[in-house]
């Protein structure tokens, strides 16, 4: 035990606490002699770099998986959680970072769902009603009870979660990266549910990769860095530059360094696009933007206003059933919208790169190995082909490259996709699209559940394909990372663009109203362009 866990322990019995926990999958060892106290009614942030450990942590303690050595005391009393039903037992709740809640049935019926009076369903869901309007009332958590999952947002799905946990009556909540997929006003009214559920006495485990949510909300913090747990500090006495340093080992620059862009002839034109999606609901109303050689446009938005239609349309596979009009150019060239000929393969030979927002669904095949996956969408590149046939060999050096250039943990060639953690999972797709050098590169979220030490390298990576004349689309429901990155930012909001502003002459409160559908300022002209 550490110091630092040493000072922070108390005579009452921890909430929950670990001792010497230890986790191997195969040769990697991803939790060693872990030693973890979390006081009743804190909330308690855990950081680490990507696969460093945490999610394997919380599975541990839910009931996943089974420790290879080590103790959990729940409330001061040793327990064997040899699967969920025991966490949930003994009051431990989980929101997962992609949540598991029955898409097709009602928020009521999920939420009963698996609870122990579920085999009766019509008394269940009438007490399951009353239980849920007070729980509702009682943390702010409203969702309606007979809406359908499926038509409900990110941010009320994760209500459905919590709740679903508080019905369960847990006592210890554990969040894994809960505001990965949330607006900021989301996050904002989740952080104050969770400081409701702290002021009830509730325990709060909080995994997240914003050093910004730990500051403002946690009580204490711990650190793991490759599997083992090297730091747990009192919030109040850290900085987030010091907790940068305890995850990566280094000093990490919180910020991205960029100089100011000199754009060149437009590389893409939009103009006019238009999107009905197979229901016949109107994604895109008339969509026109120019990103030109050497910038960066983001673009700014609540999830769900058009920005992923964007995306597909743009990779070279919208919506099946959806009706396209308008016109896109690349280099002057112009792209079919729609039919057999906008296909995403076509786009990559046109020199599009293109990291999707979904990395499980669209980026990678999960059951394929790493090198395997380097080579999707490119296999017919004509550095990976002998002859007719694929050279497994050339595909695989060339993987061996870019899993040691990111840094992509662990480095092996072999594993398969979905054996990576969600963070180096991304650094393959990202690897994979940058190092292609494309003209135009198309980002969603590129930085979702990334570390601070990849993010900052990612970062870097997309501001010098910047400064190589390349053009850049940035799609991020991270405002701190459209303003950093964007050299101009667009605004989407219900399938058009809002406003466009400058990253100098705007504040996120600006951006907010414009991302809310309000436009309170004049929008800024196109930037004059340099081009010789
Ligand atoms: N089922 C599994 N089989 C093999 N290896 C695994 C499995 N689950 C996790 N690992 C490995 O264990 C290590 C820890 O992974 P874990 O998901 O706990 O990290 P993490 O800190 O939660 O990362 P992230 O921030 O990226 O979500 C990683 O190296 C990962 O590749």
Not at 75 to 92: E, M, N, V, W, Y
Not at 100 to 111: A, D, G, R, S
Request: hydrophobic share 40%.
């Amino acid at each position: 035990m550490t110091q630092a866990q040493g000072r922070l322990e108390t005579a009452a019995p921890a909430a929950i606490e670990l001792r010497a926990i230890s986790k191997a999958f195969g040769p990697v060892q991803a939790n060693r002699d872990i030693h973890l106290r979390v006081e009743r009614g804190t909330i308690h942030g855990i950081i680490g770099e990507n696969g460093a450990g945490k999610s394997t942590l919380m599975s541990i303690l839910y009931g996943f998986y089974k420790p290879d050595a080590g103790e959990i005391l729940v409330g001061g009393r040793p327990l064997t959680i040899a699967d969920s039903q025991t966490a949930i037992r003994a009051g431990i709740g989980m929101v997962f970072q992609h949540f598991k809640l029955v898409q097709n049935f009602t928020v009521l019926e999920n939420i009963i769902l698996g609870a122990e009076d579920g085999r009766l369903l019509r008394p269940s869901l009438s007490k399951a009603r009353g239980v849920l309007r007070r729980l509702a009332q009682e943390y702010e958590l409203n969702v309606d009870p007979d809406e359908v999952v499926e038509n409900l947002s990110v941010g009320h799905q994760q209500r459905v979660e919590i709740l679903k946990a508080l019905y369960r009556q847990a006592d210890i909540l554990i969040l894994d990266e809960p505001t990965g997929v949330l607006t900021p006003a989301e996050a904002d009214h989740l952080f104050r549910i969770l400081e409701g559920l702290r002021a009830e006495g509730k325990t709060i485990i909080l995994i997240t990769h914003k050093l910004r949510e730990i500051m403002e909300i946690t009580d204490t913090v711990s650190v793991m860095r490759r599997g083992e747990m090297v730091a747990s500090v009192r919030t109040a006495e850290t900085s987030p530059e010091q907790l940068a340093e305890l995850m990566v080992g280094r000093k990490v620059l919180l910020n991205v360094q960029k100089t100011p862009a000199t754009p060149g002839k437009p590389i893409l034109e939009i103009r006019g696009l238009r999107m009905a999606d197979a229901a016949g609901v109107e994604r895109l109303r008339g969509i026109d933007l120019t990103i030109r050689a050497g910038e960066i446009l983001g673009i700014a938005g609540v999830s769900g206003n058009g920005q992923t239609q964007l995306l597909e349309i743009l990779g070279g596979y919208p919506e099946k059933g959806s009706t396209l009009s308008g016109e896109i150019r690349m280099n002057g060239v112009p792209l079919p919208v729609a039919g057999a000929a906008c296909n995403a393969a076509e786009r990559r030979r046109q020199g599009l790169g293109h990291i999707p927002e979904d990395r499980q669904a669209e980026g990678l095949i999960m059951d394929f190995a790493a090198w395997e996956n380097v080579a999707f969408g490119y296999h017919d590149a004509p550095e990976y082909g002998r002859g007719p046939l694929m050279d497994r060999d050339a595909i695989r050096r060339d993987a061996e490259g870019k899993i040691a250039r990111f840094d992509v943990r662990p480095p092996s060639c072999d594993l398969a996709a979905r054996n990576f953690s969600g963070g180096n999972q991304q650094k393959i797709v990202v690897a994979r699209e940058i190092e292609r050098n494309p003209d135009l590169l198309l980002i969603g979220q590129p930085t979702r559940g990334v570390d601070i030490g990849a993010i900052e390298f990612i970062h870097k990576r997309i501001v010098e394909l910047r400064d190589a004349g390349k053009a850049i689309l940035l799609v991020s429901v991270e405002l701190d990372e459209i303003m950093s990155l964007s050299d101009r930012i667009a605004v989407m909001f219900d399938g058009r663009i809002m406003g466009e502003r400058l990253p100098g002459d705007t504040t996120t409160g600006d951006l907010g109203l414009l991302m809310a559908g309000v436009d309170a300022a004049p929008q800024t002209q196109d930037p004059p362009s340099r081009e010789p």
